[in-house]
């Protein structure tokens, strides 16, 4: 008990870091992610839309093939406009997969519910050695 009235900052700083650790698991932030090869499944399994949600210049610079471009500054207004059917899988991509999240929450507000983002984004597709389309 001495040694935990002693130091108790150490033990305090023990919990917050673990709490931080866990914190994306805890909010949701660490689900609904798809690794490069999983989203290759589910686009040959069950026909998912890949949607770049980058500005124009980075989806010209590289998307994933057959990916429709829905930037995020237009996403709430277009996404109805380029994927009716809200029942089909998305996979919503970006540059680091940061933005894409946020886009995963916009979708599944709009009634997207089996949307998901790239984790990585288009960086760990490249990484995968997975095909890339420049337009």
Same mark, same amino acid.
């Given at each position: ?24 698991m805890v ?23 890949v ?57 599944? &507000? ?9 984790? &990585? ?15």
């Amino acid at each position: 008990m001495n040694f935990i009235l002693q130091n108790w900052y150490l033990i305090l700083l023990a919990l917050v870091s673990g709490g931080l650790l866990a914190w994306p698991m805890v909010s949701g932030g660490g689900l609904g992610g798809l690794s490069a090869s999983a989203a290759v499944q589910l686009i040959n399994r069950e026909k998912a839309v890949v949607v770049d949600v980058c500005e124009a210049g980075e989806y010209a610079a590289g998307h994933i093939g057959g990916a429709r471009s829905v930037p995020l500054s237009q996403f709430k207004e277009r996404l109805p406009q380029v994927v009716k059917n809200k029942t089909v899988p998305l996979v919503l991509v970006c540059a680091s997969g940061l933005r894409a999240r946020r886009a995963v929450a916009m979708a599944r &507000g709009l009634g997207y519910e089996k949307a998901q983002a790239l984790t &990585g984004g288009m960086a760990a597709w490249r990484e995968a050695n997975m095909p890339v389309e420049k337009a």
